[in-house]
Each structure stands twice: as structure tokens, then as C-alpha cells.
């Protein structure tokens, strides 16, 4: 039972370059969640997707957009990378309505 | 907005002894809070969930205490241990039906010696 797997682990980009990090779970959950983890900032959510078809903006969305291709898929894609973006992702998911987060092992991304 | 705030980054305890860590939280009381334990280069793992209306949880040697009053959460670890050490994180919902747009505190270290 893998969980939730998201890759890659870890990616280089240059400013400006375009990137999708990818997550799968394999736990039917229905929520699916993309985090970033800065020092001293905690985990902060980027976009949130509460059910298959539907996705939201969360706390700091901006540079990001979000597909949910279906239950068990759910990308990241950054279309122009800023340094700024230089952090860990985290992918997460939840069944619906238990709050619960199941995270996968993160994806660290730097950008030049 | 919601803001958490967890005691000291690092927190040093002799193994066999019981860790406290703490969680204070401003304005509104969430729905419920969380517990994560997080190690070195790894995702956050869920320990705890309590709800608004609990004062108290327990799951083996971890108790967890939620004070809407105080607007504080303790989490307690007792006979602790070496592999007890790592970040705790604590995190709050607002809302029964938005499950999972956490908000996380910075966390807080521990590092349980033998």
C-alpha cells in the first residue's frame, strides 16, 4: 500500500522554466491537497481539491494552477518558476469530512 | 486570519521523562486540532485529532488537551524515548466541512536524550 506518492523528489529549474509536480493516492480518498513548507512559515496550502472535479485556491495559490484528473490524480503545475518558489511540496489527502491528512514523502524544488 | 503559535523551536528532555509541547492559538476556536509528527526529510504523519467539544485524547503514551478558554492545545508524551525525537506540528480546521485546509504552526523540535 503506497499511500500517497508524489514525484519528483527533488527538481532544479531555472527562472522562468514551467514544471508539474505530480501526486497519486491509492486510499479512495476524496480530498486532495497540495502544501508548501517554508523555515519558519509552516505549511502553508496552495490549492485544495475537496472532491473529484472540483479544485480551490487556498492560502497562497499564486504562481499555480491545479488539475484534479481524477479521483486518485492531483497536480501542481507552476507555468513561469521565481525563486520564491524554492520550497518543499507537499501532496496530502483526507477522506472527506475526518480532517485527518495523510502526506506523501515531498518534493523539493529549487529554483535559480 | 489564524495564527498558532508552538512553544520554543527545540525542546531537550532526558529519555523516560514526559515532553509537553504546547499550542496556543488566536482568534476563533477551530473546529478541531491536530497533532503531526514530522522527521528529518520526511512528509508529516498524523498522530491526534480532537474535536472543539473534547478536553482530552489518548493513543498510547501520547495525550493531547484542548482548552478553548485558554485557546491552548498540550500535547504530552510520556516514558519517552530516543525515537520519540523529532518536529511536532500542530495544526487547526475551522470548519467540520472543510476538511484538510489546515493551518499549521512553524512546529516544534524535540530531541529526547538517553
Known amino acids: 500500500n503506497a499511500g500517497v506518492t508524489q514525484t519528483p523528489k527533488f527538481q532544479v529549474l531555472k527562472t522562468g522554466q514551467s514544471m508539474t509536480l505530480q501526486c497519486a493516492q491509492d486510499m479512495n480518498h476524496n480530498s486532495m491537497y497540495w502544501y508548501r513548507q517554508d523555515p519558519g512559515m509552516g505549511l502553508r496550502l496552495i490549492y485544495y481539491s475537496a472532491s473529484e472535479g472540483t479544485t480551490d485556491k487556498g492560502e497562497v495559490p499564486n504562481g499555480y494552477n491545479v488539475s484534479r484528473l481524477n479521483k486518485r490524480e492531483f497536480s501542481l503545475r507552476l507555468e513561469s518558476a521565481a525563486p520564491s518558489q524554492t520550497s518543499v511540496y507537499f501532496c496530502?489527502?483526507?477522506?472527506?469530512?475526518?480532517?485527518?491528512?495523510?502526506f506523501g514523502e515531498g518534493s523539493r524544488l529549487t529554483v535559480l | 486570519s489564524q495564527k498558532i503559535e508552538q512553544n520554543s523551536e527545540a525542546l531537550n528532555i532526558q529519555e523516560g521523562k514526559t515532553a509537553t509541547l504546547t499550542c496556543n492559538y488566536t482568534n476563533y476556536s477551530p473546529a478541531y486540532l491536530q497533532w503531526y509528527r514530522q522527521d528529518p526529510g520526511r512528509g508529516p504523519v498524523f498522530l491526534l485529532l480532537?474535536?472543539?467539544?473534547?478536553k482530552e485524547k489518548r493513543k498510547e503514551r501520547l495525550k493531547v488537551t484542548f482548552d478553548t478558554t485558554l485557546k491552548q492545545s498540550l500535547f504530552h508524551i510520556t516514558a519517552s524515548q530516543p525515537a520519540d525525537s523529532a518536529t511536532y506540528l500542530c495544526?487547526?480546521?475551522?470548519?467540520?466541512?472543510?476538511?484538510?485546509?489546515?493551518?499549521f504552526g512553524d512546529g516544534t523540535t524535540l530531541t529526547v536524550k538517553p
Open positions: 495544526a487547526l480546521d475551522m470548519s467540520n466541512t472543510n476538511a484538510g485546509k489546515s493551518t
Open positions: 480532537i474535536r472543539e467539544n473534547e
Open positions: 496530502a489527502s483526507s477522506p472527506s469530512n475526518t480532517g485527518e491528512l495523510f
